[in-house]
């Protein structure tokens, strides 16, 4: 597992478990000492996890052992058929699309995919999408809309990439009309920030009736770095611009700026993937029932979104 600084002493811990259970030969002293270090461990982390700074959960939000959108994919849905391209340029695999089955009931999905080792990161541009993934996000949109179907979206990306090719190809135009699409969109959407949610990349595709938040998730108009980069000219100074964007997920569930903040194990998400898909789902769940009572989303999800400008 990849050890975050902050996380140096429960390594330490973790190493003399694993140690003494190496040399366990049923000694009744030496399965004391592993229980009660166990024990420690769990407390150390929870005290660790408490008191994050925004810079330490922009850390834990960017873990790459978090679980991706490939993986609530796999845990939660059934029958999964993805979909690819968009029709107009190429497939962008920053961006993962398709239709399956979420506890009985047919939904489209939409996510950002940042990748996993090295090489997969590349391929995905770590989840940084071009236009084309979010014109295929619209297209995808289009087709929810005209078989009835709610939109179930995952959000994770530092934001849209910034490339020359990207900007040649109409990044902000993209960008603007998959909101725009999403506003539009006649069904129900519950979007959830599953790690980085990153300024208009990820606003395209959190553009919800319903926005759930992991508790060590960030969610911001820019990334730290590239704020430091403007507002001080140093970008050594990311976690104090952290402290100032208000990224947290506590932050903005005051702001009401996101509906729910969903609980994560001891340790954070990456400590126990299965833990928190099971938990997102249920999640997922509830906002689906509250909405399929729902009339008017277009207008539900339109007031949502200017009363944030009005309660600013």
């Known amino acids: 597992m990849i050890v975050l600084d902050f996380e140096r002493s429960v390594y330490e ?17 030496l399965i004391e000492d592993i229980k009660r270090l166990g024990n420690k461990k769990k407390k150390l982390l929870r005290k660790i996890y ?6 330490q959960k922009v850390q834990v939000a960017r873990h790459q052992e978090r679980p991706h959108t ?30 399956g089955k979420f506890r009985g009931i047919s939904v ?36 929810a809309d005209k078989f009835k179907l ?30 725009d699409k999403a506003l539009r969109f006649q069904n129900p959407i519950v979007a959830t920030i599953i790690g980085e949610g990153g300024s208009g990349g990820a606003l395209a595709l959190a553009t919800a009736n319903v926005v759930l938040m992991l508790e060590h998730s960030i969610y911001s108009v820019i ?20 402290n100032a964007l208000r990224l947290t997920a506590q932050d903005l569930i005051k702001f009401k700026m996101i509906d729910e903040v969903i609980e994560e194990p001891t340790g954070g998400a990456h400590r126990d993937p299965e833990s928190t898909i099971k938990s997102i789902g ?10 399929s009572n729902m009339d008017n989303l277009v207008s539900h999800r339109h007031e949502k979104f200017l009363n944030m400008s009005r309660n600013c």
């Open 70 to 99: 490939a993986d609530y994919i796999k845990g939660l849905l059934d029958d999964f058929i993805p979909l690819a391209g968009d029709r107009l340029f190429r497939d962008d695999v920053a961006v993962t699309a398709g239709i």
């Open 223 to 242: 990334t730290p770095e590239g704020c430091a980069s403007i507002l001080y000219r140093d970008p050594e100074k990311a976690s104090e611009a952290a």
């Open 150 to 179: 709610p939109l179930l979206t995952f959000v994770d990306t530092a934001g849209a990439y910034p490339g020359v090719g990207a900007e040649e190809r109409g990044q902000a135009e993209a960008i603007a009309k998959c909101i």
């Open 282 to 291: 249920e999640k997922l769940r509830v906002a689906l029932f509250k909405l």
């Open 108 to 143: 489209a999905i939409l996510g950002h995919e940042k990748g996993r080792d090295t090489e997969d990161r590349i391929k995905h541009n770590f989840g940084m999408p071009h236009p084309e993934g979010y014109r295929k996000a619209c297209r995808v949109m289009d087709l």
């Open 50 to 55: 408490s008191e994050l700074t925004p810079w």
């Open 13 to 29: 811990l973790d190493s003399k478990i694993q140690e003494l259970k190496n040399l366990n030969t049923g000694d009744l002293s």
